[in-house]
């Protein structure tokens, strides 16, 4: 059964620093694409950053380039995102999810390409 399981939000000041975790376990980490994405209240979600396990080509959103870097650990099979410079409209509940087909990820993943997601972890940014 795959099972993706979020970690290390909480609360922090605006310019601080926060680690997302995101562990998987149900099925190997060999070919597939791991996504962040958020959702603010009463907005949609949207796609943060991604990462191909295989090549570790990465995408972002651009509100984000700059601060935010996706990494993964294949021993721990772990996604990582290190978010840097947090803003207040950074705030949201912070999900991972699995690409449904394939490992591409080349820009900021759309919420439809992906499945096996995640309880949410939030993330409050205070001004």
């Known amino acids: 059964q795959v099972q993706l399981v979020e970690s290390g939000g909480g609360l922090v000041q605006h310019g601080g620093s926060l680690r997302l975790s995101c562990a998987v376990s149900?099925?190997?980490?060999?070919?597939?694409?791991i996504g962040w994405f958020r959702q603010a209240p009463g907005k949609e979600r949207e796609g943060v950053s991604c990462?191909?396990?295989?090549?570790?080509?990465?995408g972002y959103l651009d509100s984000v380039k700059g601060r935010f870097t996706i990494s993964k650990d294949n021993s721990r099979k772990t996604i990582y995102l290190q978010m840097t410079d947090l803003k207040p409209e950074d705030s949201a509940t912070y999900y991972c999810?699995?690409?449904?087909?394939?490992?591409?990820?080349?820009?900021?993943?759309?919420?439809?390409?992906?499945?096996?997601w995640g309880q949410g972890t939030q993330v409050t940014v205070s001004s």
């Open positions: 990462i191909s396990t295989r090549d570790g080509h990465t």
């Open positions: 999810a699995k690409r449904r087909a394939g490992g591409w990820c080349r820009s900021a993943p759309t919420e439809d390409d992906y499945h096996f």
């Open positions: 149900g099925l190997p980490l060999d070919y597939y694409a």
